[in-house]
């Protein structure tokens, strides 16, 4: 099976606008959760959606949002970008009966 | 008291040797472990997932589970320099499936 992808892979923006980043998980799975990775707060939790419903959520404040669509595939949005928000924003996937959790190659996001 | 705590490192080990990987957490209610690895630059892999009390084997990787004293380790085996990476501890939590990372320990296999 192909593994869980991500698009784009680079992205670099400025301070107040905004970004959409795409995760199509692995084929079967359908519960898509978002990570942010940064060097001083490590992985820290955005959300999980299943059946494109949001389950779970972070403790991140409202700019950050995501769905889900029929197909399983993912979205997430961040809006009024801070320089804070440059990151690895990490989607990972897994069929829904089972914990284990499989990561895509991230969006490296950079805020100038 | 953060939720999932590793030590940093880095832990240098010699080609060969027995790497060991210890990590703690707070929630005495969690059930679901997980031992991911990560390369510089790379994203997180997951290697290894333990759930009952006691060893899991896995080739090289052993994973470790104690949740009396809520302790989870991961031995490598005959380390070798393609392990040098960073290896993170997760634990499944908050009801959910919320993943809750540690801040991971940086592993270096010396030739």
């Known amino acids: 099976k192909a593994g869980v992808t991500q698009t784009p892979r680079y992205l670099i923006k400025t301070r107040g606008q905004q970004v959409t980043l795409s995760c199509s998980p692995i084929?079967?799975?359908?519960?898509v959760s978002w990570y942010q990775q940064t060097p001083g707060q490590g992985l820290q939790f955005l959300f999980e959606?299943?059946?494109?419903?949001?389950?779970n959520k972070g403790n991140f404040p409202g700019r950050f949002s995501g769905r889900q669509f029929s197909n399983s595939r993912s979205e997430m949005n961040v809006s009024t970008l801070e320089l804070g928000d440059s990151a690895l924003y990490l989607c990972?996937?897994?069929?829904?009966?089972?914990?284990?959790?499989?990561f895509g190659p991230g969006t490296r996001l950079t805020v100038l | 008291q953060k939720e999932v705590e590793q030590n940093s490192g880095p832990l240098s080990v010699p080609e060969g040797a027995i790497a060991s990987l210890n990590c703690t957490y707070s929630?005495?209610?969690?059930?679901?472990f997980f031992w991911y690895r990560q390369y510089s630059g790379k994203s997180p892999e997951l290697i290894m997932s333990?759930?009952?009390?006691g060893d899991k084997e896995d080739g090289r990787f052993t994973a470790q589970l104690n949740k009396a004293s809520q302790y989870v380790s991961l031995l490598i085996r005959d380390s070798q320099p393609s392990d040098s990476a960073t290896y993170l501890c997760?634990?499944?939590?908050?009801?959910?499936?919320?993943?809750?990372f540690g801040t991971g320990t940086q592993l270096k296999v010396e030739l």
């Open positions: 990972a996937s897994r069929e829904f009966d089972y914990n284990e959790q499989f």
């Open positions: 084929s079967g799975h359908r519960s």
């Open positions: 959606y299943f059946s494109e419903t949001q389950r």
């Open positions: 929630d005495r209610g969690s059930q679901s």
């Open positions: 333990i759930y009952s009390n």
């Open positions: 997760a634990v499944l939590t908050g009801g959910g499936n919320k993943l809750t």
